[in-house]
């Protein structure tokens, strides 16, 4: 079993910034893939971003640019350097992690962007 805590939300005014981090602890034997999705309101949860061990990165369109995810591997934690933030960035943002083949996800964390 892996357990994941992240931290890091709150709120912020449009424009600013704020870092997420999400710390994977428990039976850890080799992650994969590590990412964040978000899931506002009446919407259904979408992907905001992922890495995978190698380093690889996908993201949203809506957050290239102004997004940057990392990692670091040593401690099993992955980071979402949020810039520029917008009203429509408001969201509970989960994090998640792959290991053979099984997804485990965070408890999530609110942000929330004030217009």
């Known amino acids: 079993q892996v357990q994941l805590v992240e931290s890091g939300g709150g709120l912020v005014q449009a424009g600013g910034s704020l870092r997420l981090s999400c710390a994977a602890s428990?039976?850890?034997?080799?992650?994969?893939?590590m990412g964040w999705s978000r899931q506002a309101p009446g919407k259904q949860r979408e992907l905001v971003a992922e890495i995978t061990s190698g380093g690889s990165t996908n993201y949203a369109d809506s957050v290239k640019g102004r997004f940057t995810i990392s990692r670091d591997n040593a401690k099993n934690t992955v980071y979402l350097q949020m810039n520029s933030l917008k009203p429509e960035d408001t969201a509970v943002y989960y994090c998640?992690?792959?290991?053979?083949?099984?997804?485990?996800w965070g408890q999530g964390t609110q942000v929330t962007v004030s217009s």
């Open positions: 428990g039976s850890i034997f080799s992650i994969d893939a």
């Open positions: 998640n992690a792959m290991e053979y083949g099984f997804d485990y």
